[in-house]
């Protein structure tokens, strides 16, 4: 009975504007950089360059590791709080320089309110998928890769702007998953208490406010259902099996939801910790499957 009535209490002080502050502050990223990490560190060639979200509400930093010639391309994108030059230390910088010595054109992107990027509130990929358009775009338009040639490689938060790029943009030919959630709500729902502080009973309020100001419900954050739109799209969804954040269960629903993916459960890997347990099986499986789905699958496929 205290504890209802201390809730109580707690939503009565609350009010919309106290829901909006929260809100504001438990959707505001933690900017990560790595000032002295670049693909030049691992011996790669890029150039900085800037792009505009898909959705026109976003200035993005990004790092071109360009291939003159090349018709094939792959966008990496970082998770929740990361950024392109803090992801496994420096093993997204590695991969992406095996991706480009392959021949893959690459581009790494901060989102919105990430890294060097403009910026943005986090939306857990329902908006973040603007970003990831934004990085196909400037492969097919200015770089020359070939619509459908385009895979995307994301973490966490930026394996589920993956997948709801990719089922929005047919120009997406691959998707690379790694620790991506099926529905975010229930993750939010765990992490609550520990993230905000506040009891149980304020999220509701708090959800009902951040659909208010932003204008989409937390609820409908749900990946999985955006696989029918993949439509066999070659998908590797990747997932450690001591993953505690993301617990490894929202891979499988993904998996059951896209019954043509590959799915890699790593032993022993917690959260986004597939590449750091194995970095060299996890760049040659990237590998392989890239220059399986874009390059030898879509040979014959006319454009």
Do not use: C, N
């Amino acid at each position: 009975m205290y504890l209802a009535l201390s809730s109580a209490l707690v939503l009565a002080a609350l009010g919309f504007g106290g829901a909006a502050l929260i809100t504001d502050h438990l959707t505001r990223p933690v900017r990560s950089v790595d000032e002295s990490l670049t693909p030049e560190t691992v011996g790669a060639d890029y150039h900085e360059t800037w792009l505009r979200s898909a959705d026109e509400r976003a200035d993005l930093h990004a790092w071109l590791l360009g291939v003159p010639g090349s018709d094939v391309g792959v966008v990496l994108v970082h998770g929740k709080d990361g950024s392109k030059s803090t992801t496994w230390g420096d093993g997204f910088v590695e991969l992406a320089a095996e991706l480009q010595a392959a021949g893959f054109q690459v581009l790494m992107v901060d989102l919105r309110g990430h890294g060097a990027s403009g910026d943005g509130r986090y939306a857990f990929g329902f908006l973040e998928r603007f970003d990831v358009i934004a990085g196909v775009h400037h492969l097919v338009e200015e770089l020359g890769v070939r619509p459908g040639h385009v895979g995307v490689l994301g973490v966490s938060m930026g394996a589920a702007s993956a997948i709801y790029a990719a089922a929005l943009d047919p120009r997406v030919g691959a998707v690379w998953s790694d620790s991506a959630y099926a529905d975010v709500y229930p993750v939010i729902e765990q992490e609550w208490p520990a993230a905000s502080g506040l009891p149980m009973a304020v999220l509701p309020v708090v959800r009902a406010t951040h659909r208010l100001l932003h204008g989409f419900d937390l609820r409908d954050v749900r990946p999985v259902d955006q696989m029918r739109f993949l439509e066999t799209r070659p998908l590797m969804l990747v997932h450690g099996q001591s993953d505690r954040l993301v617990p490894v269960s929202q891979a499988r629903l993904l998996a059951a939801a896209a019954p043509w993916a590959g799915l890699w459960l790593v032993e022993d890997a917690g959260h986004v910790a597939a590449y750091t347990s194995e970095p060299a099986q996890y760049t040659l499986r990237v590998l392989e499957f890239f220059d399986e789905a874009l390059r030898v699958r879509l040979a014959s496929r006319p454009d």
